[in-house]
């Protein structure tokens, strides 16, 4: 069992940054893959980044590729989506997930655990 908290979430300008953290609880929290999705209003749950679970691995959506970078401490039980040029589009909840299958990380479906998210908004 695995409980995930996001934080870091906040009202930004075009082209800010934000670091957004997920700590999870649980002694085994290296062997979980985990992922970043978002779910902006009136649009279905997508995937931003994911990394595995070493951390040697890791995967973007095209749309953060180059801005965003997920890293994660096994040490601290945390996971970490730095976000740099933030832009009015990437307004969304974000949810952090976990799961200890493999698969495609990019489905939330491949995730059993979740978050419950913390907000960002991007100002223009």
């Known amino acids: 069992q695995v409980q995930l908290v996001e934080s870091g979430g906040g009202l930004v300008q075009a082209g800010d940054s934000l670091r957004l953290s997920c700590a999870a609880s649980?002694?085994?929290?290296?062997?979980?893959?985990t992922g970043w999705f978002r779910q902006a209003a009136g649009k279905e749950r997508e995937f931003v980044a994911a990394?595995?679970?070493?951390?040697?691995?890791?995967y973007y959506a095209d749309s953060v590729k180059g801005r965003f970078t997920i890293s994660r401490d096994n040490a601290k039980n945390t996971v970490y989506l730095q976000m740099n040029s933030l832009k009015p589009e990437d307004t969304a909840v974000y949810y952090c997930a976990a799961t200890a299958y493999t698969g495609s990380y990019n489905d939330k479906r491949t995730y059993n655990y979740w978050g419950q998210g913390t907000q960002v908004t991007v100002s223009s």
């Open positions: 649980g002694r085994t929290f290296s062997s979980y893959a």
């Open positions: 990394i595995r679970r070493s951390g040697a691995i890791t």
